[in-house]
């Protein structure tokens, strides 16, 4: 079983004020990427892209848009060269149809890119949130995956608006109770070790 970080980049600070106020419910990891790797056993990243209003192509999650795909690219240089054990879930952050017209065909160019780029990185799923069933990209890998952390777990109280509480409590367990998947991801992958 690999362990996996959902939405891996949501240590980041949110672009504006506004999305600051909400990043409590964005953000489903406190520590950084390299510490993810390095001190929580984490082998498998989930990244989440869309284009901004501007047209570039930035992470993202729910509301809440970090930075430009640059950043991305400078920790994916860095796994190229020193891993050859890393997967990176990509998802079409795209939740309505606006934003789906409006970043479709980069999103689909920036999977061609990342896949031709970094050959040694495992790239899988080219999923989008406004239309999941539809495959925006195929990638090479398609690992079988299990997502447990608070928004897609029972009951989603008021862990699903915060979703730490969720992880506090049950990430020890999930853990150990691991999966039959290729991947396990959850968030705040610093507690339960």
């Not at 409590?24 to 390095?38: G, M, P, T």
Request: with cysteine; charged share 30%; hydrophobic share 35%.
């Amino acid at each position: 079983m690999i362990l996996g970080s959902h939405n891996s980049l949501s240590y980041l600070k949110p672009k504006t004020w506004w999305q600051r106020l909400f990043s409590f419910a964005a953000r489903c990891q406190e520590v950084d990427i390299y510490s993810q790797y390095l001190y929580y056993n984490v082998k498998c990243f989930d990244i989440r892209l869309r284009t901004n209003k501007k047209g570039k192509l930035v992470i993202a999650h729910g509301l809440c848009e970090y930075c430009t795909i640059d950043y991305l690219l400078l920790i994916l240089n860095y796994f190229a060269a020193t891993r050859d054990d890393i997967y990176i879930r990509v998802l079409f952050e795209a939740r309505n149809k606006k934003q789906y017209e409006r970043g479709l065909e980069k999103f689909k160019d920036a999977c061609k890119y990342l896949e031709e780029t970094y050959p040694t990185l495992k790239f899988w799923c080219g999923r989008n949130l406004y239309k999941w069933e539809d495959l925006s990209y195929e990638f090479k890998y398609n690992p079988t995956c299990e997502e447990k952390y608070s928004s897609v777990c029972k009951p989603r109280l008021i862990d699903d608006w915060y979703p730490k509480w969720f992880a506090k409590r049950n990430n020890k367990q999930i853990i150990e109770q691991g999966t039959d998947k290729d991947i396990l991801l959850i968030d705040f992958v610093n507690y339960g070790h």
